[in-house]
Antibody, heavy 119, light 110 residues
Framework: EVQLVESGGGLVKPGGSLRLSCAASGFTFSNYGMHWVRQAPGKGLEWVSSITRSSTYIYYADSVKGRFTISRDNAENSLFLEMNTLRAEDTAVYYC????????????WGQGTLVTVSS | QSALTQPASVSGSPGQSITISCTGTSNDVGGSNYVSWYQQHPGKAPKLMIYDVTNRPSGVSNRFSGSKSGNTASLTISGLQAEDEADYYCSSYTGRTTLKFGGGTKLTVL
């Protein structure tokens, strides 16, 4: 069974940092591109970042470029999101998602981890 | 980037069919074969229902179907069931890491 389990969310002050993790199981992690997608409370979905299978290509939304860093460890079946210089508008549930069926199509999602940026 | 336009809410009775629209421009929905639809129940992660405009992933009921005409994509749910009550989001990928989401539609089953 495919499982994605996020962790690392919490309350952080504006300007602070946080590192999210996503533990994958039930599939060959290194065969899939992975993404982070977020959802602010009561709002819609927003794509955050993506990383290809071997980390060759990495992309970011303009809203997080220069502040967030995506990475992965295929040996540990894990995806990461390093978030720096956090802002109130970064408050959201962060989901990791597996890309399948084509670019930016996600067939499995984690349960999400809540990041709250507030003083 | 402007979001794609979806109705805020739609409703239908059990057994009926409903359609949710997703309107963009010729630069996104109209020019893309990469329109997807996601279902999201409260407090849960989104679930992929349709990809590439019309394709259903394995395991998704054939009561869900997708289509596109011009700059508007549509998700149709036939034989509405109580469990279909959820939020639905469309997305359109046009390459060069350009992905747009719709604002979401709340489906109420009366």
């Amino acid at each position: 069974e495919v499982q994605l389990v996020e962790s690392g969310g919490g309350l952080v002050k504006p300007g602070g940092s946080l590192r999210l993790s996503c533990a994958a199981s039930g599939f060959t992690f290194s065969n899939y591109g992975m993404h982070w997608v977020r959802q602010a409370p009561g709002k819609g979905l927003e794509w955050v970042s993506s990383i290809t299978r071997s980390s060759t290509y990495i992309y970011y939304a303009d809203s997080v470029k220069g502040r967030f860093t995506i990475s992965r460890d295929n040996a540990e079946n894990s995806l990461f999101l390093e978030m720096n210089t956090l802002r109130a508008e970064d408050t959201a549930v962060y989901y990791c998602a597996r890309e399948n069926y084509g670019d930016y199509v996600w067939d499995y999602w984690g349960q999400g981890t809540l990041v709250t940026v507030s003083s | 980037q402007s979001a794609l336009t979806q109705p805020a809410s739609v409703s239908g009775s059990p057994g009926q069919s409903i359609t949710i629209s997703c309107t963009g421009t010729s630069n996104d929905v109209g020019g893309s074969n990469y329109v997807s639809w996601y279902q999201q129940h409260p407090g849960k992660a989104p679930k992929l229902m349709i990809y590439d405009v019309t394709n259903r992933p394995s395991g998704v009921s054939n009561r869900f179907s997708g289509s596109k005409s011009g700059n508007t994509a549509s998700l149709t749910i036939s034989g509405l069931q109580a469990e279909d009550e959820a939020d639905y989001y469309c997305s359109s990928y046009t390459g060069r890491t350009t992905l747009k989401f719709g604002g979401g539609t709340k489906l109420t089953v009366l």
